[in-house]
């Protein structure tokens, strides 16, 4: 909480003539004065002539900072990625629990393919336990692949997790399918389907998101009726704009 709500600085300091702009002294700096104070989301200044005196007010409102309650199980939760597509939940859970005490393993799979998708969360039974495990296997390798250990960005909601369900499950997966990279974090699945429609039968399209969060990855799939529909659509959409970025477009 902000605990200043004026700052006054004395006529030794600070002079105004009321006919002449207001100048400070070569030898006082502002942020000097200012760097210890909470951040200030308004800065209002109110200068009153008085004789010889100035009266600078500096409001300071209460801003509040993001962070992760030690208490929630999101603190606990997390995520690990560019695992070998041969490790299971058991395996996880093995390795994961030489550090810390394990109360969940979960390994991503491909709803269609059934391959893992190289990435997982583990929750673990103590925020303790999720910082041991961090500290010890981040950046460590397994199975020749260094691994990438942290807690999950940000907790999903239930509205988030029920969007990401509802788009996952009408995804309709094909042979012809395209990558697209470099999207804007606004696009979504319909708007991927709406821009790739114009150039052809575009069946489905997806937004990958950051592992367990509905943060876009900047990248997706569009699945088309054939093969020609593919063609035209790299040749006709590559290096094009969607929501002011170059998307680019190739075979997935």
Not at 100 to 124: I, L, N, P, T
Not at 176 to 200: I, P, Q
Not at 225 to 230: A, F, L, R, T
């Amino acid at each position: 909480m902000a605990s200043v709500s004026y700052l006054q600085l004395s006529a030794p300091i600070l002079l105004h003539n009321p006919t002449k702009p207001l100048t400070l002294p070569p030898k006082l700096h502002l942020r000097t004065h200012f760097q210890n104070l909470p951040k200030l989301t308004h800065l209002p200044l109110i200068l009153t002539h008085k004789r010889s005196k100035t009266l600078l007010f500096a409001v300071a409102e209460e801003t509040q900072v993001a962070s992760v309650d030690p208490s929630s199980p999101a603190a606990r939760r997390l995520y690990i990625g560019n695992i070998p597509r041969t490790v299971d939940n058991a395996e996880l859970t093995r390795i994961v629990e030489e550090h810390g005490a394990v109360e969940k393993a979960e390994v991503m799979y491909d709803k269609y393919s059934g391959r893992s998708r190289r990435f997982a969360f583990v929750m673990m039974k103590t925020v303790e336990d999720a910082n041991a495990v961090i500290e010890k296997l981040n950046g460590t390798e397994i199975g020749g692949r260094e691994i990438k250990v942290n807690v999950t960005e940000k907790p999903l909601t239930t509205g988030d997790l029920s969007l990401l369900q509802a788009e996952e499950s009408q995804f309709v997966d094909s042979p012809h399918k395209v990558y697209v990279g470099n999207l804007a974090k606004t696009v979504t699945a319909d708007t991927l389907k709406n821009f790739f429609s114009e150039k052809g039968q575009a069946l489905s399209a997806k937004v990958s998101r950051v592992p367990g969060t509905s943060k876009s990855s900047g990248f997706g799939f569009v699945t088309f009726s054939s093969e020609e529909d593919v063609e035209t659509a790299i040749s006709s959409l590559n290096n094009t704009l969607l929501e002011g970025q170059s998307i680019r477009v190739n075979k997935a």
